[in-house]
């Protein structure tokens, strides 16, 4: 694929095929796509489908079509890594590189359903309304609404989908809207490789006329408004873990109704590790749910946990092989979204309800103690090492 293909601005845009590659229509695609894998003839053809393609898909599908066009031809990414500096060619390898090393057959079927999805009239896309609405309305996320079920898209892959400032307003206004509309079912997911990479570090970094300690203050409070819109969510809200999730990523699932895992996802909280200490209600719900000692290893000492682990301890709910993951995910939660709306919310919310004010107490005390960790020296020389490390690669 030429290079001219990519003429990448200096920031993700937000597209609305994302959503067709990666998430709901991987029903679709799955249901046919798993039991057979494409053919050499079949691959011809899709990739001429994809100059007959009216509409700039965006930078991000542009991306995936070209990973999987190197996997499917040359198996797994074989090139150095380009510099930080040279954008163009480091995001390719980057969407590359991602793949890991799925077999070529598996990236062509992909390849062949993804450009299925962008050029048959058939797939069951929003209204341009809709897709429009959602363009204009949220830069770090992507909100659809279908069958049922609101998706969530977490849309920073370039970082992996770190939270920055921006992503946590905008979080909460989707989870505001999501509680709001027709919905049964609510569902948070990532773009690209990762589910979710924490705090975006830089937030701590960007300090402005402020102050440190006011930055630190605010930081409290942006974090404590954001865990509360989880505890008083009223409906079910299911995480649907595509890939490693990290920091609050983690810590906030155990305010999630239900959470299904791929087997390449991993749980890591390196909380001390960053001078830090537990948020998201963890420092409550994790030894809650799978026992105080197991719950001090990941809280205080750093210990990562795969998919089975999570499953095992109760933090995930079950975890599924990634090629066949987000069939069986999306199958049965579509098949959940039939369920009555009122009587999911009303029982989501009588089992919520015994320990809301418990929830708030231990949101406000964590983000308190956070304010300080904040300021401290441990914290400072963790997140200076984070950036130091990187701009020595
Ligand atoms: N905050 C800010 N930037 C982040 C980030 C985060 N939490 N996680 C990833 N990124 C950025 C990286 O800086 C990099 O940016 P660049 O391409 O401009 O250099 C980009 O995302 C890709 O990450 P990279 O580190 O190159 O990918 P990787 O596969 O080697 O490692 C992680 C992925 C998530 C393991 C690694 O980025 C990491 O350790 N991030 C920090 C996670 C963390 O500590 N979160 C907070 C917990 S409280």
């Not at 011809?44 to 898909?57: C, V, Y």
């Not at 809709?130 to 204009?136: E, F, H, L, P, R």
């Not at 659809?144 to 770190?162: F, G, M, V, Y």
């Not at 946990?305 to 993951?325: K, W, Y």
Request: aromatic share 8%.
């Amino acid at each position: 694929m030429a290079a001219a293909f990519f003429t990448l601005p200096g920031r993700w845009r937000l597209v609305k095929t994302l959503r067709l590659v990666q998430n709901l229509p991987a029903v679709k695609l799955h249901l046919s796509g798993v039991a057979m894998i494409a053919t050499e003839a079949e691959f011809e053809k899709a990739k001429n489908k994809l100059k007959t393609l009216k509409n700039d898909p965006g930078n991000e599908v542009k991306l995936r079509i070209y990973a999987l066009f190197k996997q499917a031809t040359e198996g797994p990414c074989n090139s150095p890594k380009p510099s930080m500096l040279d954008f163009v060619n480091k995001a390719k390898w980057d969407a590359w590189n991602s793949l890991g090393k799925i077999p070529k057959e598996e990236a062509r079927q992909k390849y062949v359903d993804l450009i299925e999805t962008l050029v048959s009239p058939e797939v069951p896309t929003q209204s341009e309304a809709t897709i429009a609405d959602v363009k204009s309305s949220f830069q770090t996320i992507s909100v659809t609404s279908e069958n049922n079920i609101t998706t969530i898209l977490l849309n920073r892959p370039a970082k992996k989908n770190a939270i920055s400032v921006l992503m946590y307003e905008e979080i909460m206004k989707a989870l505001e809207q999501a509680a709001k509309d027709d919905s049964t079912l609510t569902v948070m997911t990532g773009s690209g490789d990762y589910y979710c990479s924490g705090n975006d570090l830089s937030n701590f970094t960007d300090i402005g006329p402020e102050g440190v300690e006011q930055k630190s203050k605010n930081s409290g409070e942006l974090l404590k408004r954001y865990v509360s819109h989880y505890i008083d969510f009223p409906k079910p809200l299911i995480g649907v873990i595509n890939g490693p999730a990290v920091g609050v990523a983690v810590t906030i699932l155990g305010l999630f109704d239900a959470v299904y895992a791929t087997d390449k996802a991993t749980f890591h909280a390196p909380f001390s590790q960053l001078g830090q200490s537990p948020e998201g209600c963890s420092s409550y719900t994790f030894p809650k749910i799978m026992g105080t000692s197991k719950a001090n290893e990941i809280l205080l000492f750093n210990k990562k946990l795969t998919a089975a682990q999570a499953c095992e301890l109760g933090l995930v709910t079950e975890v599924f092989p990634d090629s066949t993951f987000q069939k069986e995910v999306w199958k049965k939660l579509h098949a959940y979204a039939k369920l009555p709306k009122n009587s999911l919310a009303f029982s989501k919310q009588l089992i919520r309800g015994v320990e809301k004010e418990k929830l708030h107490a231990v949101n406000a005390q964590e983000c308190e103690r956070l304010v300080e960790r904040w300021l401290s020296e441990e914290c400072m020389n963790a997140i200076m090492g984070f950036f130091e490390k990187k701009s020595k690669l």
